[in-house]
Nanobody, 114 residues
Framework: QVQLVESGGGLVQAGGSLRLSCAAS????????MGWYRQAPGKQRELVAD???????KYVDSVKGRFTISRDNAKETVHLQMNSLKPEDTAVYYC????????WGQGTQVTVSS
């Protein structure tokens, strides 16, 4: 059974930083491509960053140069370092596979004040 537990969100001023973490279980983590998704109020969930099993990364244009995704296969965790945060980054952030599994965790709220 897939389990994904996100943490690290919070309230931060514009220009600040946060580091999100996700603990995964129930999957063969070292072989899984993983992603961070976000969903803002009234908007569809979007994939903002992903990382292959080999460590190759990809980002949506709006976060390039500000966000960094990383993974620790030994600890079965994936992280998202978010710098230079903007109010438009406000959303609930989720981790999942890429492509996503049917199961979604509870997410972690990120709120960026202007």
């Amino acid at each position: 059974q897939v389990q994904l537990v996100e943490s690290g969100g919070g309230l931060v001023q514009a220009g600040g930083s946060l580091r999100l973490s996700c603990a995964a279980s129930g999957i063969i983590f070292r072989m899984a491509a993983m992603g961070w998704y976000r969903q803002a109020p009234g908007k569809q969930r979007e994939l903002v960053a992903d990382i292959t099993s080999g460590g190759r990364t990809k980002y949506v244009d709006s976060v390039k140069g500000r966000f960094t995704i990383s993974r620790d296969n030994a600890k079965e965790t994936v992280h998202l370092q978010m710098n230079s945060l903007k109010p438009e980054d406000t959303a609930v952030y989720y981790c999942n596979g890429d492509p996503a599994y049917d199961y979604w965790g509870q997410g972690t709220q990120v709120t960026v004040s202007s």
